[in-house]
């Protein structure tokens, strides 16, 4: 027998906020408050000490709003939190228990820290970032400092309740914060030296290593001010932010920033107290504050000098230490200035064409027999049908264009055909704008121009029809003005002028071995950045200064390249070092920097080499994903066959019935669609197909509600699943209907009736395929039932639900606890045999309100899925979705993929993969531990090949862990490390750990607290 022990030590800790052991008042704070509601502070019921905080909740059953009670404090918080603890002892009620903060402009932001659904002590933790709800004050999403806890609220989930909910030993972490690559040290030009005022004897400073400070203070209190003062007269560049890592106490010392301008005027910047113990960032904003001497006009006149380092007294007498070092400014950026931008000068290679209803004959080639300028123009081959609905073709011309642009023009040889040319622009906030350039009733080269000023097409984002922030030119589509009609015009030069910053006019693009830079054991790595000046012939720049840093898995700095690239005729290209470096699993990321005049811009690449996932089958792999093919966007088979090195076995789309049936009865198949098909079957992915959605021939466009219009949809479905019975088996009776996409308002009764025709009609075409049925955006149990009430329980082979709990955890947000509700539900009305699949589910990356970041995202997917696969009554998982649909960073629905829009690959791409390698060919056999916040899980494959996937959320356990029978093969995280299992210490937890083997048995004995 071998036996193998090592031990699991816990890593990180956490920073004492509030034990309630000293005098505290509480402000009882909430909406809908009942008269029987307190806070209070009591002895009786204390996680540590003797006293902690009650919050004694009186929920009636029809409130007229909100309904939720708890407490705020005058608590101050560290700047860049990462999480914050409470210690809850739950009352089993199962209501929401949330922190607010507020900063410094009044903005509140709510985080969830989870629910009180368990009886006794539990630390709840919510992780905090600038993407949580947020309202009032400058409502701008961000945590400006300081922050103060606003509230530590019960929120009604059960009407009609009452009860107690305790809190005690709140706490705090802090975000593990990184320079950027850009920023540049600060090197004063001799020893630092102590000066302040009211300085005791016990404070002193000492110097390390170089840019190192190590500072013993003393303060005794009283009316005088006391201060150290570390004196650097450190040179600042031109700089947006100043930075330094200090390793505090935890005491409270006031961290200050003083700068010295040309007039000799001082301007002090205060970051705030130290209330962290360890090693941290703090960064402010170089902006003009409290001043004084000089000239003292207010004003920051350059150039400027760090001139102290400042430990101000905080609000008690305090004896401690505090160390300083890497100093650093963000530097500013240039001015944007007037400009001209070829935003496309049509020479190189094309781009795919998009569109709505685009024919199969209609693309985009690159002509040089026929051009306005330059070596080549871009000819658009055109076909419109006949088709109800929109039909126009999309052309991608992406261009940053700055915040006022001026006038654009394009030249466009016209072909007589009268068909309206148009432009859009796309905002930071997501809006598109959609301008007329005019219509193609000419045959030669004309410049056809717009200013953007008056009326105008616009959508999404805040659509208010104004230019908000930075604007980007999308693209140039050709919308069909006669059909069905056939014929080419010629684009040519597309010259924009525009206020924007001279960075921004160089543009890097890049190649590499394997599109996306996904890469697998062995295979070779190659990297190469192509530069292209937007700015029009004679303006561009001769060469350019470029830095290129390079990291690998978890961020380690590999290595650090400045050169400079000509730029010949605007463009030029480079290879990256990358191939000797990207040898171990992982992602790694490559920052480039370049400058042109005074200004400079940044770009990311990323890339990585896959653990060998293998093939798996789906039987025992029930990961997948969302794909848009069906809206053109994405290529087959590179899509599948990256979902599938990624660790997906599934694909979800669409076979749109305003598609296939453009004249009544008549069913067509596009070869866009047939494409896919063919594609999923070459590379053995199951396709998943959503029978979907109105059709202009009926209701008048609206969703399926007369007999007439449910009859047909059955039919399309019916002739679908005919069609491609031995390609596709899986399919979807509709999609959300219990929101938006079900016009004109949702109704579970008619859908129904929808459910049930179509079931039949697609069972009479192939009485072997599987019918997903009700597919809720959320599990909306009341339209559930009503669907099941209604009958349709037996017209369904799988229920399909979007259980969606973003920027929460699975754990803290019960999904679980609905999974199981929801299969209560069901055998309830003699279905609880049938099968739930997740047919949507995901995390997705936004910057803004309800974001997640990627590392969040992967820890989520994997603790996801494995928490599903726990349940014996469900099926697939579908990731929603694969591939950003998009680059705007503050849209969610551009940021829910595991790669970007270029392929590149995402921390949650690499999670799945890992996932799929440690799990492939094994199924959950049981929980090792299930006691939170520890989760351990094993799995089994036929061989005897076993794995534990262990994760610890919200805090992190110390375990032993003891394997024995057999031999154990190794280790791997989620972000691509492996490595052989030896005897030592590795942290549980939030990124689920994966242990693979052939033991027999495994114990897992959690530390007592």
């Known amino acids: 027998m071998l036996a193998t022990l090592l031990t699991l030590a816990l890593a990180a800790s956490s920073t004492p906020l509030c034990d309630f052991e000293q005098p505290l008042a509480l402000q009882i704070g909430g909406e809908g408050v009942q008269p029987g509601s307190t806070v209070n502070v009591a002895t009786g019921h204390a996680h540590g000490g003797t006293r902690a905080a009650c919050v004694h909740y009186s929920f009636i059953a029809e409130p007229k709003g909100l309904q939720y009670v708890g407490f705020g404090a005058d608590l101050l918080m560290p700047l860049r939190l990462a999480k914050f603890h409470a210690w809850v002892l739950g009352d089993g009620s199962g209501n929401a228990i949330n922190v607010r903060l507020v900063d410094a402009s009044g903005e509140t932001h709510q985080f969830q820290l989870g629910r009180a659904g368990f009886v006794g002590w539990r630390k709840l933790s919510a992780p905090i970032s600038d993407r949580g709800l947020s309202w009032g004050g400058d409502n701008n999403g961000r945590l400006d400092p300081p922050l103060r806890l606003g509230l530590l609220l019960v929120d009604s989930q059960r009407r009609q309740a009452e009860g107690d909910i305790w809190f005690d030993d ?98 002090q910047i205060t970051f705030g107290p130290i209330l962290w113990a360890g090693a941290r960032r703090c960064e402010v904003p170089v902006r003009a504050t409290e001043h004084w001497g000089g000239d003292n006009n207010g004003q920051l006149d350059l150039p400027l000098t760090l001139s102290n380092l400042v430990v101000d007294r905080g609000a008690a007498p305090a004896k401690g230490a505090l160390a300083f070092e890497g100093l650093t400014a963000v530097p500013s950026r240039g001015a944007p200035r007037a400009l001209r931008l070829s935003a496309e000068s049509c020479d190189g290679t094309t781009p795919g064409v998009g569109g709505e209803q685009v024919q199969p004959a209609s693309k985009l080639v690159r002509d040089t027999a026929t051009m306005h300028g330059g070596a080549a123009s871009w000819r658009l081959d055109y076909t419109f049908a006949q088709v109800a609905g929109l039909e126009y073709l999309e052309i991608p011309t992406p261009c940053p264009l700055g915040a006022q642009p001026g006038p654009l023009s394009v030249w466009v040889k016209g072909d007589g055909s009268g068909s309206p040319l148009r432009l859009r622009l796309t905002e930071v906030g997501g809006e598109c704008h959609q301008f007329d350039l005019g219509k193609l009733d000419f045959t030669d080269w004309r410049q056809l121009s717009t200013d953007f000023s008056g009326p105008h097409g616009h959508w999404l984002g805040d659509d ?56 697998g054991p062995g295979e070779p790595v190659s990297l190469e950045v192509a530069w292209r000046s937007l700015q029009v012939p004679g303006d561009q720049p001769a ?64 890339f990585c080499r896959l653990p060998d996932v293998g093939e798996t089958d789906v039987d025992t ?42 004249k009544p009865g008549v069913y067509t198949f596009p070869e866009w669609n047939e494409a896919y098909m063919r594609a999923a079957r070459a590379q053995r992915i199951r396709p998943f197909i959503i029978f979907d959605y109105t059709n202009a021939l009926y209701d008048k466009g609206e ?10 949809f059955a039919k399309y479905s019916a002739a679908l699943v005919e069609r491609y019975r031995d390609v596709c088996h899986d399919w979807e009776v509709y999609n959300e209907p219990n929101i938006g996409f079900w016009h ?49 329980g037996p017209f369904m082979d799988v229920l399909s639900v979007h259980p969606y709990r973003y920027p929460g955890s699975p754990e803290a947000t019960g999904f679980v606890d609905d999974l199981n509700r929801l299969h209560a539900l069901m055998e309830k009305y003699g279905i609880g045999g049938m099968p739930v699949w997740i047919t949507e589910i995901g995390w997705p990356n936004h910057v803004t309100g309800g974001g997640s970041t990627e590392q969040h995202s992967a820890e989520c997917l994997v603790r996801m899925v494995c928490l599903a696969r726990s349940l014996p009554f469900m099926g697939p998982v579908m990731w929603y979705d694969f591939q950003d649909d998009g680059w705007d960073p503050k849209y969610n629905e551009a940021n829910f993929g595991l790669v970007r829009p270029d392929y590149s690959p995402k921390r949650p791409y690499m999670a799945a993969a890992v996932m799929a390698r440690a799990l492939a060919g094994k199924r959950f056999v049981r929980w090792v531990v299930d006691q939170p916040p520890l989760y351990v899980q094993e799995y089994e494959g036929a061989g005897g090949e076993r794995a534990l996937v262990l994760w610890s959320t919200p805090s992190e356990t110390r375990v032993t862990l003891r394997l024995e029978g057999g031999p154990v093969h190794g280790l791997a995280t989620i972000d691509g490390a492996e490595g052989p299992l030896t005897a030592g210490t590795l942290t549980v937890g939030e990124a689920p750990l994966f242990v693979t083997g052939r033991y027999k048995t495994a114990q897992v004995l959690p530390e007592q607290r």
């Not at 005729?569 to 400058?595: K, N, Q, S």
């Not at 969703?703 to 047909?712: H, L, N």
């Not at 025709?757 to 395929?769: E, H, S």
């Open 170 to 267: 709140l706490s705090y972490e802090l975000e593990e914060s990184t320079d950027p690559d850009w920023a540049l040290p600060l090197t004063p030009p001799g020893p630092a030296r102590l000066e302040g005022e009211n300085l005791k004897p016990g404070t002193r400073l000492a110097a390390g290593a170089p840019g190192h400070w190590d500072l013993a203070y003393q303060f005794d209190g009283g009316a005088a001010p006391e201060h150290a003062l570390i004196r650097l007269d450190a040179p600042v560049p031109r700089a947006d932010a100043l930075a330094v890592w200090a390793t505090g106490d935890g005491k409270g010392q006031i961290l200050r920033f003083q700068l010295r301008d040309a007039g000799g005027e001082t301007h």
């Open 464 to 519: 208010n029809g104004k230019f908000d922030g930075e604007l980007r030119l999308s693209s140039l589509l050709l919308d069909s003005g006669t059909r069905p009609s056939t014929g080419s015009v010629w684009i040519d030069d597309v010259v924009v002028s525009t206020t924007a910053r001279a960075a921004d006019t160089v543009r890097p693009s890049f190649t590499d071995g394997k599109s996306g830079g996904i890469y």
């Open 543 to 606: 060469e350019l200064p470029v830095t290129i840093k390079l990291r690998g898995p978890g961020g380690q700095p590999l290595r650090t390249i400045e050169q400079t690239v000509p730029l010949a005729d605007g463009a030029g290209t480079e290879a990256l070092p990358v191939a000797d470096l990207a040898r171990g699993t992982g992602i790694y990321e490559a920052t480039l920097i370049w400058r042109v005049a005074d200004d400079f811009a940044t770009e990311q690449r990323s």
């Open 621 to 662: 792999n029930p990961f997948g994903a969302c794909l848009h093919y069906a809206q053109h966007k994405g290529q087959v088979p590179l899509n599948f066959e990256l979902l599938q090195r990624g660790g997906g076995r599934w694909a979800r789309d669409e076979y749109s019935w305003g598609v296939v049936e453009q």
């Open 703 to 712: 969703s399926p509600t007369s007999d007439a219009a449910q009859e047909a």
């Open 744 to 792: 004109p308002k949702p109704d579970a009764v008619v859908y129904t009736r929808l459910l049930k025709r179509t079931y039949a009609a697609v069972k009479q075409a192939d009485p072997t395929c599987t019918v997903a049925g009700i597919c809720t955006a959320g599990i909306d149990f009341g339209y559930i039932e009503t669907v099941l009430r209604e009958g349709g």
